[in-house]
């Protein structure tokens, strides 16, 4: 398999599960539920079909210039600026420091579409990966493997 696939693939293995905390490993698929694995304690959970679940690589950031950036780049643009370091944030951030910081990340996202609640999930998602050393999103990568569901649109945020 080419490097550049292998890469995709680990950046469709990242989940985000709607209603739990954190992002998660895609271990395992069965019949009518896929086996997660917690990136940050490791524990596995079960996820059914009837759950909401995002592949990382299926996000797309809003952008004035109505391109939608893909979440990799966006998370190689915090690391630039970061410097590969975690990001230190209050939980309590206003909405308003939220997207200033965003805009020294990406100056041309959509703010009217963008929301501070999307920028702050998007900066502890940064986080959990530089911590547990998930940085595949800073490999450039010429061309995508094809998607499996072409009738699938990447998720915007």
Known sequence: MPRK??????LKKILSV??????????SQGKNLLIAE????GKRI?????????SLSDIAIYTTDNKDLPLKTVLK????KEQG??????????PINLKKYFVTILP???????????IRKIMTWYNILVTVGQTDF??????????????AAPENV
Request: proline share 4%; no cysteine.
């Open 5 to 10: 696939q292998i890469i995709y693939l680990m």
């Open 18 to 27: 709607s209603g739990k905390p954190g992002l998660y490993k895609l271990i």
């Open 38 to 41: 917690s990136l940050t304690d």
């Open 46 to 54: 079960p996820v059914y079909m009837h759950e909401k679940v995002v």
């Open 77 to 80: 643009n915090i690391w630039e």
């Open 85 to 94: 370091k975690v990001i230190d944030f209050d939980k309590s951030i206003s």
């Open 108 to 118: 041309n996202f959509d703010q009217d579409r963008v929301y501070s609640s999307d």
């Open 138 to 151: 800073l490999t450039e990568t010429e061309e995508e493997a094809p998607k499996e569901d072409n009738d």
